[in-house]
Structure formats: structure tokens, C-alpha cells
């Protein structure tokens, strides 16, 4: 009996072959490895935020509320686009919008520009969020034994080839 191929036997574990059959297949196996994980992590923040006692968030709207409450000072919309790197502004003022009406943000100004802040209950979601996140994921992760230089390294690495992302999309726009 002979034993099962090893995933390098096989190649790389990727969505679409005729996307890996170019000169980076592993560029292919990333795309797909990020997809995977996005769409985990989009559910995990719902339903953490859930667990922590507010519900009907979508994972922008879980993302946003972190943004704003990060810090403690109050932000304008397009300092939040810029570091969630979001172009349509439209989608984080509707986040900013529904944030506010369940009194997790408010709304202020500085000059002529509207800023958001963190709300007291907005603050307390925030730390029972982080409360679950260390009890599920972060004790989870620990047992795994990854190096968390390790983890912080392949971070770097994903932020550097969002901006080769960014590019090649700047590129794709003027064709």
C-alpha cells in the first residue's frame, strides 16, 4: 500500500489552476491561502463581537469600531479609509453612521471636518471583544506554537505585497 502524495507532490493547494500555471505559482497559493483566511476572520469578528454582546455588526463595522476606539482620540473619516486602506469612503461613513446610532461612536468636529469617537459603550464593547479574542483565539493560537516573530514577519510580508496589490491595481485601472 503506498502512502498518500505530499502536498508538493501535488503542487500548490490554490482556486484556480490556470492562475497558477504562470511564472508565480506561489503568488496563486498565497491569493488563495488570504482568501481563505479574510473570509475566517470576517466570520470570527462577527461572531466574536456577538459573544461580547453586540450583535448585527458587520466585520467592517467590527473593524471601524476598533479604528475609532484605538488611541482614544477621534478620527475623520478619510484618516479611517486611509489605514483600513478602503477606497469607497461610502461604505466606512455608512459603518460610521450605524456605529452612531447604537451609541458605540459619536459624532463631533474639529474646524469644518466631522470626526467620530469611541463612546463609553463603545470603549466597553471594545474590551469584551478583546476579552473573548484572548480566551478563543489568542490561547488557540499560543497552543499552535507558532513564534510570534514569526507571525509579525509574515505580517510584514502581507502589508508589503498590499502595496504591490495596490499598484498592479493602479496599473489594471488605465488599461
Same mark, same amino acid.
Given at each position: 500500500?503506498? *502512502?498518500? #502524495? *505530499? $502536498?508538493?507532490?501535488l503542487?500548490?493547494?490554490?482556486s484556480s489552476?490556470h492562475?497558477?500555471?504562470?511564472?508565480?505559482?506561489a503568488?496563486?497559493e !498565497?491569493? !488563495?491561502? %488570504? $482568501?481563505?483566511?479574510?473570509?475566517?476572520? @470576517?466570520?470570527? %469578528?462577527v /461572531?466574536?463581537?456577538?459573544?461580547a454582546?453586540?450583535?448585527?455588526l *458587520? #466585520?467592517?463595522?467590527?473593524?471601524v469600531?476598533?479604528n475609532?476606539? @484605538?488611541?482614544?482620540?477621534?478620527? /475623520?473619516?478619510?484618516?479611517?479609509?486611509?489605514?483600513?486602506n478602503?477606497e469607497?469612503?461610502h461604505l466606512?461613513?455608512?459603518a460610521l453612521?450605524k456605529?452612531?446610532?447604537?451609541?458605540l461612536l459619536?459624532?463631533?468636529?474639529k474646524?469644518k471636518?466631522?470626526?467620530?469617537?469611541?463612546?463609553?459603550a463603545g470603549?466597553e464593547?471594545c474590551?469584551?471583544?478583546?476579552?473573548i479574542?484572548?480566551q478563543?483565539?489568542?490561547? *488557540?493560537?499560543?497552543?499552535?506554537g507558532?513564534?510570534?516573530?514569526?507571525?509579525?514577519e509574515?505580517?510584514?510580508a502581507?502589508r $508589503?505585497?498590499?502595496? =504591490?496589490?495596490? =499598484?498592479?491595481a493602479?496599473?489594471?485601472a488605465?488599461?
Amino acid at each position: 500500500m503506498s *502512502s498518500p #502524495p *505530499s $502536498s508538493t507532490e501535488l503542487g500548490p493547494i490554490v482556486s484556480s489552476g490556470h492562475l497558477a500555471a504562470g511564472a508565480m505559482p506561489a503568488l496563486s497559493e !498565497f491569493e !488563495f491561502a %488570504m $482568501s481563505m483566511t479574510v473570509h475566517a476572520f @470576517h466570520r470570527w %469578528m462577527v /461572531r466574536a463581537m456577538a459573544a461580547a454582546g453586540t450583535p448585527d455588526l *458587520s #466585520p467592517l463595522d467590527v473593524l471601524v469600531l476598533h479604528n475609532v476606539n @484605538h488611541r482614544g482620540k477621534a478620527k /475623520r473619516l478619510a484618516d479611517i479609509c486611509l489605514v483600513l486602506n478602503i477606497e469607497d469612503t461610502h461604505l466606512v461613513n455608512y459603518a460610521l453612521k450605524k456605529l452612531e446610532r447604537l451609541k458605540l461612536l459619536k459624532a463631533g468636529r474639529k474646524g469644518k471636518e466631522k470626526t467620530v469617537e469611541v463612546t463609553p459603550a463603545g470603549e466597553e464593547a471594545c474590551r469584551a471583544y478583546a476579552r473573548i479574542r484572548e480566551q478563543l483565539l489568542v490561547k *488557540s493560537v499560543l497552543s499552535t506554537g507558532l513564534d510570534p516573530k514569526r507571525l509579525s514577519e509574515i505580517a510584514t510580508a502581507m502589508r $508589503s505585497l498590499s502595496g =504591490q496589490y495596490d =499598484q498592479a491595481a493602479r496599473a489594471a485601472a488605465s488599461l
